[in-house]
T-cell receptor
Framework: DAGVIQSPRHEVTEMGQEVTLRCKPISGHDYLFWYRQTMMRGLELLIYFNNNVPIDDSGMPEDRFSAKMPNASFSTLKIQPSEPRDSAVYFC???????????????FGEGSRLTVL | GENVEQHPSTLSVQEGDSAVIKCTYSDSASNYFPWYKQELGKRPQLIIDIRSNVGEKKDQRIAVTLNKTAKHFSLHITETQPEDSAVYFCAAHTNAGKSTFGDGTTLTVKP
């Protein structure tokens, strides 16, 4: 398997523009997570899905952020409008479900480095 | 919600010495405790994990211990090598599916 695939790897945009980050999880994994990593705040969980359904979006900073998972092989994280403080590395991760509880181990994509000018 | 504290934030050791990183968690429902290594500019990758029904686990030079009563767990790296230099994250995970990460420890191994 190719692992978790994210695009774009790098994005530079201007304040106010819309940003869409994309993720393809590992086939067969039932959980998908979006994390944001910054020096100041470390690794923050933004939202996660189980079987394409959002389970917990309490980490989404504000209404400018939205995430969707229209099918088992694709998810998007959208920021509209973007602001300089959104600059960070955004990681997508997936995890298998083993029986009655998730396995727990996360398989991360390579990340999308976002710079908002 | 879960709160994970990790110490120290930076750790510098001489090659061949041991390194220990400690984490505490708050939610007694957490039952899975992974450790991730992140090299500069790369993704976090799982290096070892432990579940709540086990007190210790070892994989070559890396070991993890868990004290559920005290709600703390530790990563031990023996015979450190320069390639062990990276940021290490601990995490606590519940059956709800959510992993909460510590703030990370930057380990530097000096040759």
């Amino acid at each position: 398997d190719a692992g978790v695939i994210q695009s774009p790897r790098h994005e530079v945009t201007e304040m106010g523009q819309e940003v869409t980050l994309r993720c393809k999880p590992i086939s067969g994994h039932d959980y998908l997570f979006w994390y944001r990593q910054t020096m100041m705040r470390g690794l923050e969980l933004l939202i996660y899905f189980n079987n394409n359904v959002p389970i917990d979006d309490s980490g989404m900073p504000e209404d400018r952020f939205s995430a969707k998972m229209p099918n088992a092989s694709f998810s998007t994280l959208k920021i509209q409008p973007s602001e300089p403080r959104d600059s960070a590395v955004y990681f997508c991760a997936s995890s298998p479900d083993r029986g009655s509880a998730p396995a727990g181990e996360l398989f991360f994509g390579e990340g999308s480095r976002l710079t908002v000018l | 919600g879960e709160n994970v504290e990790q110490h120290p934030s930076t750790l510098s050791v001489q090659e061949g010495d041991s390194a220990v990183i400690k984490c505490t968690y708050s939610d007694s429902a957490s039952n899975y405790f992974p450790w991730y290594k992140q090299e500069l500019g790369k993704r976090p990758q799982l290096i070892i994990d432990i579940r709540s029904n086990v007190g210790e686990k070892k994989d070559q030079r890396i070991a993890v211990t868990l004290n559920k009563t005290a709600k703390h767990f530790s990563l031990h790296i023996t015979e450190t090598q320069p390639e062990d230099s990276a940021v290490y994250f601990c995490a606590a995970h519940t059956n709800a599916g959510k992993s909460t990460f510590g703030d990370g420890t930057t380990l530097t191994v000096k040759p």
